[in-house]
């Protein structure tokens, strides 16, 4: 029954939809009244309301729909839809103020006398719109009524002209900024939790530990992500458009005429080019250049794009106006006053020391006074002319409302298919398939791709998206990461809006196309476009870097950066590492020894004892990177017989999970059968009878694991073992060879420091036994500050704090505090003395050899990476790794 009743839920969503319902009642309203015909014949037949139900009942259903409803709109952590109104509001106001046509006139001026330049001119403005506005509907509906009637003037082929408008409108689903991909990150985050989730449970049951490694868990994804990742292969598919449309041109010509501009090329037309490619991409630069330089969030960004486009609205709407670009003008002269004044003058109100801090911040404050005044100017004229403003909010509010009610509505059809095994199902439907993951993977996209034909792609990113990404980001063999796993989505879902029977780009294309231009010409021309989205699909599947650089360089070169310690990057960073010591390694060597040959018999014991100590574990450096070298070739050695067997039980064991599953989901429903007086009569000897079939099922699926399987996994998990303890053995090794030398190196260098406090110290010490304690106390207290930031002077510190509490004891003694005083000055000669004999004997000869270790033996304790290790790290993570076998 439980399948009956997840039929007869995505039966009565696809009658709704297709009967004309809209979206936002459509999902909702299937999840409702499939859950009540479930519950009202559990109770009729069984007694049991959640006799039918996989998982819980619809009590627990509408739990999960409340819960559902505050994520959306009351957890403070999941911030990322607030981005949806800035960014629709953005794009809306842009569309309201003819920068599509201005640019659309210029591009065909510009690229009309290239083959096929017209439709390069509505790729080319198509992304450069993409990119600001994201709005499908409203870009192809105004480059169908600029773009159209030129093209086909031109003796383009209609077929071609109407499909280049179509997809070039269709750009803004995956350039971002995109409402489409913040959706997706919306709904990968949970996606990510949950493969989390399952990916520790399979370490667990395979390996017996409690904990598993960072570095095998899920890679999460934000908005900001997202848009990084997908930014790529956007630029890919605008290539491809341009390419296909231009080669056309070449090879038959009468399809995509050349058009040669008839006026001239002259600087009156540069200014014009000048003019109308500016505001976008200012625009583009300020949104994207935000994000990527990590001045600002998602949502930061969007409110940044929503004010700069009411601003350019502003200019634009007053197009031919003497002041048309006043607003513009001083809210440009005002940010740049804000960004020098800032870069000489740092602004902190709560900071405020001098006359130069009040003097710049006196500025600032007059220079947001005047951008806020440019901001109110262009509000003002946007609300005045045509009274844009406020339809534009109008709109904002319409379609911002829409996406959200979709959202909660599809949170709790999800939760409906979740409550009637429908996740276990296609769990069951996707394990079972052989081939492993990409034949899931290649499934689950034909799926979405089929949807396409029929769905909006807000349906689908929310109502298959959270069933179907948990299990391909549960599986460590391809161990993609969510970013990529999305972007590969929005690039399936884009072709949504081209795809016959229902793709609304054709839709709204067809709204505005003249009768001449029939609809198969439309059908048929949008084939070469499908073909070329799949094409680049295929590329970013094949190669993941595409997607996952660019998120992972911004990341590792940002303020915020992870520093080298990182568990992440340890894998990339000792390949780099171990490259480096196959190059360097006699240099390393050599300078090692040379340290060893240093006379450190000037320095105290402990110090002393130290260095040595540290230089002699950098000796063993090279042993243990043989050990390493030995147990990875090991593992490899034994790999290639292990793989198939560790395949084949895997798969046995993931069939017999799938069992258990069911397994609990029957005992769950017998005990709770005892609470109902009306159950069906022979209905618990039904579910014991279930129970004893399941288990039998499990233990014919486990007594199909190989006899060798034991003794062969336990094999190779020892060398693997052996590989980890290497591994552990030559960090631990690294660190403490490190450390030591770089603190070293810090304490001798703050030798003058620490000397030009001698007076200061006698002073107050001379002073204790005339004044007040509670005056001493204070004085001391200001002088263990100075002292304790002093790299090696913990001990005197420490002197000084014991006469500081002295004093302020309840009954203060200033004996007990003059000796402590008398400590810290003896303390102090000595580390004084020593640390000036080592300045001259040792400091440039261990400077020297930890400028040699610093990028191999010292790279793990750096604060931060290099701009060239960053760069190695991103391209090495951006790829994904094959884990399958730790699990």
Known sequence: MDVFFVLMLVMVMAFALGSGFPVAFALPGAAVLTIGAASLAGWVFTGDASAYFAQGGPVEWLAAGVTNFRGVYWEVERDTLIAIPLFVFMGIMLQRSRIAENLLVTMAQLFGRLPGGLGISVVFVGALLAATTGIVGATVVAMGLISLPAMMRNKYSNALSTETIAASGTLGQIIPPSIVLIILADQLAGAVDQASNARKALFKETTGELMMPTAFDTVSTSAGDMFMGAFIPGLCLVAAYMIFIFVLALLRPKMAPAVPYEGKFDRQFLIKVFVSLVPPLTLIFVVLGSIIMGIATVNQAGAIGAVGAMIMAGASLHEGRRDAYWPAILAIVTLIAIGLISSIAPINVKNINTTGDVVALVLVSIAVFGFLVSLYWSGLRTLREGNTLRSVMVDTAKTTSLVFIILLGAAMLTAAFRAFGGEQIVRDFLTTLPGGFWVQFATVMAVIFFLGFFLDFIEIAVVVVPIVAPILLTDPAANVTAVWLGVMIGLNIQTSFLTPPFGFALFY?????????????????????????????????????????????????????????????????????????????????????????????????????????????????????????????????????????????????????LVSDKLKLVEGRLDQLGRYAKAKPGRKEELEAQIVELEAERKAILAQ????????????????????????????????????????????????????????????????????????????????????????????????????????????????????????????????????????ALLPGLKAYEAVIRDTIGVRLQSHMTREQSLDMASCISVHRDISLHF
Request: aromatic content about 6%; proline content about 6%.
């Open 509 to 657: 294309l067809r709204g505005v196309a003249p009768p001449s231009v029939k609809t198969i010409d439309m059908y048929r021309g949008v084939v070469p476009f499908i073909c070329l989205q799949l094409i680049v699909l295929a590329i970013v599947a094949y190669y993941p870097p595409l997607v996952n650089y660019l998120p992972s360089r911004i990341s590792l070169l940002s303020d915020t950066a992870p520093p080298p310690l990182n568990p992440t990057l340890q894998t990339c960073l000792e390949e780099r590492v171990m490259g480096e010591y196959a190059r360097d390694g006699a240099a390393i060597r050599a300078a090692i020894e040379k340290a060893r040959g240093l006379d450190f018999s000037a320095l105290p014991q402990e110090q002393r004892s130290a260095a040595e100590e540290a230089l002699a574990k950098a000796q063993k450096t090279f042993p243990l990177i043989e050990t390493i070298k030995t147990t990875e070739a090991a593992v490899q050695a034994q790999t290639g017989a292990y793989r198939p067997l560790h395949v084949e039980v895997r798969s046995l064991r993931q069939q017999a999970l």
């Open 705 to 840: 694991v190989p006899a060798r399987w034991e003794k062969e996994q336990k094999a190779f998990l020892a060398l693997q073992k052996a590989e980890t303890n290497a591994r552990r053995a030559y960090r631990r090794n690294v660190d403490e060879a490190y450390e030591p030398i770089s603190e070293f190196l810090q304490t001798v260098a703050a030798a003058d420091t620490l000397a030009a406090l001698k007076d200061d110290i006698a002073k107050l010490r001379g002073s204790i036994a005339n004044s007040p304690p509670a005056e001493g106390a204070d004085r001391l207290e200001k002088l263990t500050t100075k002292v304790g930031s002093i790299k090696g002077a913990n001990e005197i510190r420490s002197a000084l704090s014991d006469a500081r509490r002295a004093l302020r004891a309840k009954n203060p003694d200033k004996s007990k505090a003059d000796e402590s005083m008398a400590k810290a000055q003896k303390v102090f000669g000595e580390e004084v003395a020593w640390r000036q004999r080592a300045k001259t």
